[in-house]
């Protein structure tokens, strides 16, 4: 099939990040038109999670990985954006080595580019969850009017639940379809401000406890991607060989600044990863079952690998465990289907699994279904079979 070429767009919004507030940032937003002749347009917002940049995870360019393009080819007219603090949207004070977690500066930016670790200059966390929802909200519109659609299908990843869950429960009728990749979900939880129902908790930016809010920027190394990732790996070809340098390569691409940071190696920087230092609430299971909106207004699809140790903790009972099978206990509607993908963890989307991950959202995204099945739990063995599973 011919190429789709991209169209990167510069989406105008009014910061309300408390590091750049009430400033005029462009969001960058790519763009795969893959409407066909004499078709409506179908958009599809894609949205990256806590560290990895919209493209590198969404739009790899490496033999059939990009998602983004996948469904291009299938008909549909693709976004993906990229939040302020992560990708090629703007960085507030994270282009200042000082900014980043005090935790982190030793290891991976002594001595380059720092000669001995310093305080931050902003001892404040970035961004936050109605930032975030704003900056969602914002791309939303630009699509809607683009296209002049009145809804848009969300694919998120990770962390993208905090963004796109919530958003979708403020705005069912902008949103056609919901599905999520490795959710981040916390049954406890931060709640919202007593008397709201997604009201900031706190006063913002938080600057405590410090070890946890008071910078605005985290790393990740490439030796961090590979001590998260490989554990993951319980099957023989589960990682195609060489992926580590493959994704490392994208996710460098996507950071002018971060590649010329970290360990130094034969005087050439590895680089590091940059990205946001976020305060989320208003995603837990106080909210998931508001107005039977997820399941019933909106049908939601969950997807996530069986080996995944960062979706999946084994007691969620506090704000640092997580449950994929919680998230779809709290759905209140019928609508909504999840799968336990074998042989597959986090980082799915660059692993041999990738190709069924494209299959089920191109069954979803047309049928709100995937291989017939529109309801319930279920696990996908690597032959393609599907079994119920509690």
């Not at 005029?24 to 078709?39: A, C, I």
């Not at 191109?362 to 996908?380: C, I, M, N, P, Q």
């Amino acid at each position: 099939m011919p190429n789709i070429p991209p169209q990167d767009h510069a989406v105008p919004h009014v910061s309300t990040v408390p590091a750049n507030l009430n400033e005029h940032v462009e969001l960058f937003v790519r763009e795969y038109d893959g409407t066909k002749p004499h078709h409506d347009p179908e958009p599809v917002l894609m949205l990256h999670g806590r560290s990895v940049p919209a493209l590198a995870g969404f739009d790899l360019q490496h033999d059939g990985y990009s998602w983004a393009q996948d469904l291009a080819q299938a008909g549909y007219d693709v976004f993906v954006m990229d939040l302020q603090g992560s990708g090629r949207s703007p960085r507030p004070e994270m282009d200042n080595p000082c900014n980043a977690n005090p935790a982190q500066q030793k290891a991976d930016l002594v001595p380059n580019p720092l000669a001995a670790p310093c305080p931050p200059a902003y001892p404040k966390q970035l961004g936050n969850s109605q930032s975030e929802w704003d900056e969602l909200n914002t791309v939303v519109e630009f699509v809607r009017k683009l296209r002049s659609v009145p809804q848009v299908a969300f694919v998120g990843w990770s962390a993208a639940a905090f963004v796109m869950g919530p958003y979708v429960l403020q705005h069912p009728g902008k949103v056609s379809s919901l599905m999520f990749l490795a959710p981040i979900y916390p049954p406890r939880g931060n709640a919202s401000k007593p008397g709201t129902r997604f009201g900031a908790p706190h006063p913002l930016p938080l600057t405590t406890p410090a070890a946890q809010f008071g910078f605005p920027m985290n790393l990740l190394t490439k030796a961090d991607l590979t001590h998260v990732w490989d554990p993951e790996l319980k099957c023989a070809g589960q990682r195609e060989s060489g992926m580590v340098d493959v994704v490392w390569a994208a996710i460098m691409d996507n950071d002018a600044v971060g590649k010329t940071w970290g360990p130094l190696n034969s005087g050439v920087p590895e680089g590091v990863c940059r990205f946001r230092n976020s305060f989320w609430w208003g995603w837990n299971d106080a909210t998931v079952p508001l107005d039977n909106t997820l399941g019933t207004v909106v049908p939601v699809l969950l997807v996530y690998g069986e080996d995944d140790t960062q979706a999946i903790h084994p007691t969620p009972d506090d704000k640092t465990n997580f449950s994929v099978p919680a998230l779809y206990a709290a759905i209140p509607g019928t609508d909504k289907l999840m799968i336990r993908v074998a042989c597959a963890g986090h980082q799915m989307v660059w692993e041999n699994r990738a190709k069924d991950l494209h299959h089920m959202a191109r069954e979803w995204l047309k049928h709100t279904a995937v291989d017939g099945l529109k309801s319930g739990s279920y696990a996908l063995d690597t032959n393609g079979n599907y079994t119920p599973y509690p």
